[in-house]
């Protein structure tokens, strides 16, 4: 079984300030991670995804999200935040050793930056 | 490519209605997700297809839905009839068999 978890449904951050926005993960083999942002009235957008090699992922909008194995965690962040980052994020995890190729999402987590 | 499209954007219709929402994938991607959003629920999983074929239909809520794809290049959802609890935000998505999905703009159904 393969399972996601956001636990903030909301982060708070000033412009300028770094930002994380957490996942933890659990599957029974190796995890395929992903990112992915929503804006209003918008279809989801994929940010960055994680397979294998460098835990440190670097993907779109100057966003990179760090893998740690031990944490089972894969949590998002950018150095300085912008206020049009203020959007909805997913995170998503397949199962590499599970036989599905469906990804499992995790229940978002609202990015807001105040000017 | 101009990625995944889906139409309508909008849709009202009456409950009892039929509504069928439609989608195009992206070229030479061979599995499609449809799924739902709301506020309560977040986002579901409706059924999957890989190489046009429905592997996992198990989040269709009911008999009420129905999803084809007759072709690598179209698939549509179908509801009948219509809910006002069906209202929601219906997305359809592409990859490649594994792959990081592609979504589409998604259409807003609203059942009065």
């Known amino acids: 079984a393969q399972s996601v978890a956001q636990p903030e449904d909301q982060v708070n951050v000033a412009e300028g300030n770094p930002l994380t926005v957490k996942c933890t993960y659990s599957?029974?083999?190796?995890?395929?991670l992903f990112w992915y942002v929503q804006y209003p009235n918008r279809g989801l957008q994929f940010l960055l995804k994680y397979i294998t090699g460098d835990n440190l992922v670097k993907g779109s909008y100057g966003f990179e999200a760090e893998f740690n194995k031990s944490q089972t965690s894969f949590h998002l962040k950018k150095p300085s935040a912008l206020v049009s980052d203020s959007a909805l994020y997913f995170c998503?995890?397949?199962?590499?050793?599970?036989?599905?190729?469906?990804?499992?999402f995790g229940r978002g987590t609202s990015l807001i930056v105040h000017p | 490519d101009a990625g995944v499209i889906q139409s309508p954007r909008h849709e009202v219709t009456e409950m009892g209605q039929e509504v069928t929402l439609r989608c195009k994938p992206i070229?030479?991607?061979?599995?499609l997700f449809w799924y739902r959003q709301t506020m309560m629920r977040g986002l579901e999983l409706l059924i999957y297809?890989?190489?046009?074929?429905?592997?996992?239909d198990s989040g269709m809520p009911e008999d009420r839905f129905s999803a084809k794809m007759p072709n690598a290049s179209f698939s549509t959802l179908k509801i009948q009839p219509s809910e006002p609890r069906d209202s929601a935000v219906y997305f359809c998505?592409?990859?490649?068999?594994?792959?990081?999905?592609?979504f589409g703009q998604g259409t807003r159904l609203t059942v009065v």
């Open positions: 070229s030479g991607h061979n599995s």
């Open positions: 998503a995890v397949r199962d590499l050793g599970g036989g599905s190729y469906i990804p499992t």
């Open positions: 998505a592409s990859s490649l068999t594994g792959g990081e999905a592609f």
């Open positions: 297809f890989n190489n046009n074929v429905p592997i996992d």
């Open positions: 599957v029974s083999g190796n995890p395929y």
